[in-house]
């Protein structure tokens, strides 16, 4: 994500990738307790 022009392509996908990033932070969470 160093190039703007790369990271703005979609918010559709980018937000899709940010829900999956966040999706595995979650799982590692519930996981390590």
């Not at 190039?3 to 390590?32: C, K, M, N, Q």
Request: proline share 3%.
């Amino acid at each position: 994500w160093q190039h703007p022009e790369i990271a703005d392509y979609s918010d559709t996908s980018a937000r899709a990738w940010l829900f999956a990033v966040a999706r595995d932070v979650i799982i590692d969470e519930r996981g390590s307790t």
